[in-house]
């Protein structure tokens, strides 16, 4: 077969039970049209019934399979094999955890704990307007939607937030401070000032530095810099 590739992933084990740290390497043959998540499955049928890893929907869409490929944040169901090989021109992987939260085992981090920065924002309509008539719909002119539908995308996978370093300190990171920019800009949403108050806390929208790296990894594709940038200029 010709689309056959050997490969070589590096792996970062964690076994909580004995504290211990370790990386891993697992010799592979795989199809171009494998995905990661494919992979894994194989080295676990194949090779290692221990390595844990994380997916749910396997379609970009829930965020949980999420990790480190050579250096870049990714969605392990999104790679595929002869994609991976031709991006990072090798066929070795080192594949890290995400560092956005602690680790819970081998490739899994506690996204949960992640999460906790998107609940800080409230990520809802904290105090929506009423339709203009009662029991009707509440309408958003198209040319409004468009200012903001493409921030809309984020699956909270937080690739952005691993790539930005300011995330790893005081600061909400990427995802969640686009998330309550976003409800800034909508006409819905009433409670603009306590949303103002979050946008500009001590670790709100100005710890952002403008590297754009949360753009450069998105698997949505969405300018993720582009909305912050708004934010901190106060144009919603
Ligand atoms: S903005 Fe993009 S990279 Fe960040 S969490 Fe949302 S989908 Fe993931
Ligand atoms: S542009 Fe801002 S949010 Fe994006 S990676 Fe850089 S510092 Fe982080």
């Given at each position: 077969?010709?689309?056959?590739?050997?490969?070589?992933l590096?792996?970062?084990?964690?076994?909580?039970?004995?504290?211990?740290?370790?990386?891993?390497?697992?010799?592979?043959?795989?199809?171009?049209?494998?995905?990661?998540?494919?992979?894994?499955?194989?080295?676990?049928?194949?090779?290692?019934?221990?390595?844990?890893?994380?997916?749910?929907?396997?379609?970009?869409?829930?965020?949980?399979?999420?990790?480190?490929?050579?250096?870049?944040?990714?969605?392990?169901?999104?790679?595929?094999?002869r994609?991976?090989?031709?991006?990072?021109?090798?066929?070795?992987?080192?594949?890290?955890?995400?560092?956005?939260?602690?680790v819970?085992?081998?490739?899994?981090?506690?996204?949960?704990?992640?999460y906790?920065?998107?609940h800080?924002?409230?990520?809802?309509?904290?105090?929506?307007?009423?339709?203009?008539?009662?029991?009707?719909?509440?309408?958003?002119?198209?040319?409004?939607?468009?200012?903001?539908?493409?921030?809309?995308?984020?699956?909270?996978?937080?690739?952005?937030?691993?790539?930005?370093?300011?995330?790893?300190?005081?600061?909400?990171?990427?995802?969640?401070?686009?998330?309550?920019?976003?409800?800034?800009?909508?006409?819905?949403?009433?409670?603009?000032?306590?949303?103002?108050?979050?946008?500009?806390?001590?670790?709100?929208?100005?710890?952002?530095?403008?590297?754009?790296?949360?753009?450069?990894?998105?698997?949505?594709?969405?300018?993720?810099?582009?909305?912050?940038?708004?934010?901190?200029?106060?144009?919603?």
């Amino acid at each position: 077969m010709s689309d056959l590739y050997t490969i070589t992933l590096d792996i970062s084990r964690y076994d909580p039970d004995t504290n211990l740290s370790w990386i891993q390497s697992y010799q592979v043959q795989a199809g171009g049209i494998l995905r990661f998540v494919d992979v894994f499955r194989k080295i676990n049928d194949e090779q290692d019934p221990t390595l844990a890893w994380a997916s749910s929907c396997e379609h970009a869409q829930c965020g949980s399979c999420g990790i480190i490929v050579n250096g870049k944040p990714m969605l392990a169901c999104e790679l595929l094999v002869r994609d991976a090989v031709a991006q990072f021109n090798t066929h070795t992987f080192s594949l890290r955890p995400l560092r956005i939260a602690p680790v819970i085992r081998d490739l899994v981090v506690d996204l949960e704990k992640a999460y906790d920065r998107i609940h800080e924002i409230k990520p809802f309509l904290i105090n929506p307007a009423p339709p203009p008539e009662e029991g009707d719909e509440y309408r958003i002119p198209p040319e409004t939607v468009n200012n903001y539908v493409e921030a809309t995308r984020c699956i909270n996978c937080f690739c952005c937030a691993t790539a930005c370093i300011s995330s790893h300190r005081h600061f909400l990171g990427p995802n969640a401070t686009m998330a309550n920019i976003v409800r800034l800009m909508d006409p819905r949403e009433t409670a603009k000032d306590e949303r103002l108050d979050i946008l500009c806390r001590e670790d709100g929208v100005y710890r952002c530095h403008t590297s754009r790296a949360c753009s450069f990894v998105c698997p949505k594709e969405i300018d993720i810099s582009h909305f912050l940038a708004l934010g901190k200029e106060g144009k919603f």
